[in-house]
DNA sequence: AGTATTTTGCAACAAAGTTGCATTCTACAG
DNA sequence: CTGTAGAATGCAACTTTGTTGCAAAATACT
């Protein structure tokens, strides 16, 4: 495949447009979740309101998913493969923050373990974030 | 007892004053997590700036919990009786978002079930948030 | 009651997010 | 390969959210 980014927007049914293919790779070269001002930095010749315009755009369908995080930044990731050739959205990994270096990252081998609502609730999504010290920061 | 709003207050060794007994009413009275425009709007009298320090001051003491949500907006819940009176915060119940009605509500009774972390992360504190359709929207 | 200390309100500001609209770009038919 | 409809973008203006410094007011304590 010649552009990674271009055949994730061809599979979306989305216009291949400079800012998306982009905003994409900077999701695609990234270790982290990003929040929308990395994101702003690492593709400053693009709008602002183009970046939130092309992150609910990818959110809608599928392409990203955000992180709630304690201190009220949404962070963003790619979504695995499977995630997004499945349709709708499940995100079922567990998130980690870590205190120290402020990075978030998707734990994709840590599986978000079931739990049982009361009576009368039914469960959409679940989220599970862990704030600590990362691997990095703790060597 | 005769405030518990002022109870609360002496416990912390928080001074009593008006804005605080009366953020402390809002939270007492409502069945719900509250998002700062909420309480902004219970306690209209009292100035943005007020509620924001007098939020802070509250999570210092552990008197509130915040609670992570996907849409970018932190809710402020009252702490159990047990989790204020321990010292340090720990928050160890699910929380719930009702896409329907909105409610974001502490599930007491659902503990968060133990996960296992990749080697080298160390877990500080954990969040896990439920998205879905309330007791009182289902019926 | 008097006073040191804390809390509050206000103003000014900074940052984050939204909206309408004119211009530019993309996809696609012919 | 063009022409064009529709989509995406940039810009300006605006709203909302959160922060800071400081003077005035309230609280706790002697
Ligand atoms: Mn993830
Ligand atoms: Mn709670
Ligand atoms: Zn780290
Ligand atoms: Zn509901």
Not at 10 to 27: E, G, N
Not at 32 to 60: G, S
Not at 114 to 137: D, Q
């Amino acid at each position: 495949m010649v552009n990674q980014a271009e055949s994730i927007l061809k599979s979306s049914a989305l216009s291949i447009t400079s800012s998306r293919k982009k905003i994409l790779d900077v999701f695609l070269s990234a270790s982290t979740a990003l929040a929308h001002q990395d994101i702003e930095k690492l593709a400053d010749q693009y709008d602002r309101v183009t970046i939130y315009r092309t992150l609910q755009t990818f959110l809608d369908r599928g392409i990203i998913h955000t992180i709630p995080t304690t201190d009220n930044t949404i962070k963003y990731a790619l979504c695995s493969d499977d995630c997004i050739s499945s349709g709708h959205h499940h995100d079922n990994h567990v998130h980690f923050l870590c205190d120290q270096c402020g990075r978030t990252l998707c734990l994709d081998d840590v599986m978000i373990p079931a739990i049982t609502l009361p009576n009368g609730y039914s469960m959409k999504e679940i989220n599970m974030v862990v704030n600590g010290i990362c691997k990095l920061c703790r060597a």
